[in-house]
């Protein structure tokens, strides 16, 4: 089946620093991926839909400048969060659209951990 | 009202247990359902996947839509420890696009 691989799976770093998160589906191309965040017992919620070649779409309330998103190829987009604070603190997931979507839904990397110090 | 509502938990059954999760929505919509399982600290992983009204079965896991109700739900036959994870239902207006919305998730224990 459909593999997307995510890393790194966990991350501390300092407060004002960057970060950035690789999303890679292993197995397939993805035009389009997904990336969320989500807060201990909640739900996943989208921040943005990447897609290749342009701009990335931004959810209401997301800051594009602070998450910047590049999904240079078929097969991987990336997610920096520029100059962290605590409050960026969370898991962060990312999803593409594998080649039958429609019958397989979304595959799901498995998460990057995000602690800021 | 939230979109998508779903009891969050904790659940805790004993092994062997019959475990029914649901969800409720607001949106008719809606027409594509989902049910992704999540261990701790992982991705969410897709169990099952239906289209419109009707029941799915795979191996121990059954999933139900009752469209006319906005109701959805997955019951898990003879529950193993294993299966102790936060199971979130998702659901969609359309077979490609981006309006994809998950339930908060229903946090499950099977105890040994």
């Known amino acids: 089946g459909a593999v997307v691989s995510q890393h790194p799976s966990r991350v501390i770093c300092k407060s004002g620093t960057s970060v950035k998160i690789e999303c890679r589906s292993l197995?397939?191309?993805?035009?389009?991926m997904f990336w969320y965040r989500q807060f201990p017992k909640q739900s996943l919620m989208l921040m943005a839909t990447?897609?290749?070649?342009?701009?990335?779409?931004?959810e209401q309330g997301v800051e594009k400048d602070k998450f910047l998103i590049n999904h240079a190829s078929l097969t991987l987009s990336t997610l920096t969060v520029t100059s962290a604070h605590p409050e960026d603190s969370s898991f962060y997931i990312c999803?593409?659209?594998?080649?039958?979507?429609?019958?397989?839904?979304?595959?799901f990397g498995s998460g990057t951990r995000l602690t800021v110090v | 009202q939230k979109e998508v509502e779903q009891d969050p938990g904790p659940l805790s059954v004993p092994e062997g247990a019959i475990v029914s999760l649901n969800c409720t929505y607001s949106n008719s919509a809606f027409q594509y359902f989902m049910w992704y399982r999540q261990y701790s600290r992982k991705g969410p992983e897709l169990l099952m996947y239906t289209y419109s009204s009707g029941n799915k079965e795979d191996g121990r896991f059954t999933a139900q839509v009752d469209k006319s109700s906005k109701y959805i739900s997955l019951f898990i036959r003879d529950s193993q420890p294993s299966d102790s994870a936060t199971y979130l239902c998702?659901?969609?207006?359309?077979?490609?696009?981006?309006?994809?919305?998950f339930g908060p998730g229903t946090r499950l224990s099977v105890l040994p």
């Open positions: 990447s897609n290749e070649g342009s701009k990335a779409t931004y």
């Open positions: 998702a659901m969609r207006r359309d077979n490609y696009g981006q309006n994809f919305v």
């Open positions: 197995d397939f191309q993805a035009t389009t």
């Open positions: 999803s593409a659209r594998d080649g039958a979507g429609g019958r397989y839904g979304y595959t």
